[in-house]
């Protein structure tokens, strides 16, 4: 890999719930107070060969409402999928497509409940 797994999910995170436009600012920046901070694992990442080619991703997001620490939404994944193909180039372009997969509709999910809690928070 050329970037950590830690890393690399921080990136894919960053960069989808950026891409959206929904939000003021999306940053790693731990000097600056944002209302939400995501935080995630990578549990495992594996390349298995027997009895097939298959990958294995999984992995641990929560958001937590900075101003109380409480966590607004979590969810873990662990998810396997076959690769096309025998060769290990074949296993990482299927890890490559679980973990879009997974951010992909993770995104969507973490945008909903961000906006059901401002919601919730900012009510008179």
């Known amino acids: 890999w050329t970037t950590a797994p830690g890393r690399m999910l921080a990136q894919g995170?960053?960069?989808r719930l950026g891409e959206t436009g929904r939000f003021e600012s999306v940053r790693r920046d731990r000097g600056v107070r944002l209302p939400y901070t995501a935080e995630g694992v990578v549990q495992a990442i594996e390349l298995d060969e027997r009895p097939r080619l298959t990958a294995r991703l999984a992995l641990h997001v929560s958001i937590r409402r900075?101003?109380?620490?409480?966590?607004?939404h979590e969810e873990s994944f662990d998810q396997t999928q076959p690769a096309r193909?025998?060769?290990p180039a074949d296993g990482v372009l299927a890890l490559r497509d679980l973990y879009s997969d997974?951010?992909?509709g993770l995104v969507e999910r973490l945008i909903k409940t961000v906006e059901t809690d401002l919601d919730a928070t900012s009510a008179p």
């Open 102 to 104: 997974i951010l992909d």
């Open 85 to 87: 193909g025998a060769n």
């Open 66 to 72: 900075f101003a109380d620490g409480t966590v607004i």
């Open 13 to 15: 995170l960053r960069y």
